[in-house]
Nanobody, 115 residues
Framework: QVQLVESGGGLVQAGGSLRLSCAAS????????MGWYRQGPGQQRELVAQ???????RYADSVKGRFTISGDNAKHTVYLQMNSLKREDTGVYYC?????????WGQGTQVTVSS
């Protein structure tokens, strides 16, 4: 019912910046929440940042002060601005959307931070 398209990943030097985007399409009535998860090498998938329709925002402790999540409800798009990137930020980043009580995942986009 809902498809997600992620973009913005890539290779960047430590200290650099990237901006990820995730656009939802399909049969959309209203989106309850959108967020980003990541999975590093040998790690479990973890929440990076999430924003709800009510305006609540959550960040992982490891990214607070460096990452900013924002959304455009009209465009059904969520963004993740990543600054001061560290090697520990390397991983596959997945967009997650909660729509009409159902959860959906994007295909993932690779972020690699080099030393």
């Amino acid at each position: 019912q809902v498809q997600l398209v992620e973009s913005g990943g890539g290779l960047v030097q430590a200290g650099g910046s990237l901006r990820l985007s995730c656009a939802a399409s399909g049969t959309i009535f209203s989106i309850n929440a959108m967020g980003w998860y990541r999975q590093g090498p040998g790690q479990q998938r973890e929440l990076v940042a999430q924003i709800t329709s009510g305006g609540s925002i959550r960040y992982a402790d490891s990214v607070k002060g460096r990452f900013t999540i924002s959304g455009d409800n009209a465009k059904h798009t969520v963004y993740l601005q990543m600054n001061s990137l560290k090697r520990e930020d390397t991983g596959v980043y997945y967009c997650n959307v909660v729509h009409d009580w159902n959860g959906y995942w994007g295909q993932g986009t690779q972020v690699t931070v080099s030393s």
